[in-house]
């Protein structure tokens, strides 16, 4: 059953701690997102990645990493230096094309403590 | 600076009515539109999208339309259903700019029996 897995489905931040968040895909896209909801407002990227060990910056990139090791996995670190990290995390995926429709994962609520 | 602007945070509708949910945006390089639902703490799914050389896209219920010369797009649910009833975001992109999607703030459906 092909999809976008993300846990864990809650977590909890202390603080100066940093926190990964997992996504992996067996759909076999080549490009994978991170975008960040917060209530009231759209998703806003993160970052992205179109091919294995390449990522780009989003618009809201600072306090936060990436990396691309594997074509299924790509997992988003939050650090200390993100201030306001509470958010719902969404990652996402997708062929690169001519259709660039994206598919999301069910997300990650993460809280500070 | 909100490129996509959904101005209308909620929307309520009788069970059998047409919604029409709107969505502006500013960049004129935009070329590929796309309609998102969501129900909480989980991920969006696709809807229905549009590219630039069309005005209009259909499927089942959902229709999409696309002003060019006012920047502006709709989604039609017709008959509307309580099942419906899940926030709503528009989406766009520039092509081939590897689908980075701008998403707007959301609407929230409400489909009353």
């Known amino acids: 059953d092909g999809g976008i897995t993300q846990s864990p489905k809650y977590l909890f931040r202390k603080e100066g701690q940093n926190v990964t968040l997992s996504c992996e895909q067996n759909?076999?896209?080549?490009?994978m997102y991170w975008y960040r909801q917060d209530p009231g407002q759209g998703l806003r990227l993160i970052y992205y990645?179109?091919?294995?060990?390449?990522?780009q910056k989003g618009d809201i990139a600072e306090g936060y990493s990436v990396s691309r090791e594997k074509k299924e996995s790509f997992p988003l670190t939050v650090t200390s230096a993100q201030k306001n990290p509470t958010a719902f995390y969404l990652c996402?995926?997708?062929?690169?094309?001519?259709?660039?429709?994206?598919?999301f994962g069910s997300g990650t609520q993460l809280s500070v403590l | 600076d909100q490129q996509v602007k959904q101005n209308s945070p909620s929307l309520s509708v009788q069970e059998g009515r047409i919604s029409i949910l709107n969505c502006d945006y500013t960049?004129?390089?935009?070329?590929?539109f796309l309609w998102y639902k969501k129900y909480p703490a989980e991920g969006p799914t696709f809807l229905i999208s549009?590219?630039?050389?069309?005005d209009k896209n259909e499927d089942g219920r959902f229709t999409v339309f696309l002003n060019k010369s006012a920047k502006h797009l709709s989604l039609h649910i017709v008959p509307s259903q309580p099942g419906d009833s899940a926030v709503y975001f528009c989406?766009?992109?520039?092509?081939?700019?590897?689908?980075?999607?701008?998403f707007g703030q959301g609407t929230e459906l409400s489909v009353k029996p």
């Open positions: 996402a995926s997708s062929w690169r094309g001519a259709d660039e429709k994206l598919f």
């Open positions: 759909l076999n896209h080549d490009a």
């Open positions: 990645s179109q091919i294995v060990n390449d990522f």
């Open positions: 960049n004129s390089m935009f070329d590929y």
């Open positions: 549009i590219s630039s050389i069309k």
């Open positions: 989406a766009a992109s520039v092509y081939n700019q590897g689908g980075k999607l701008i």
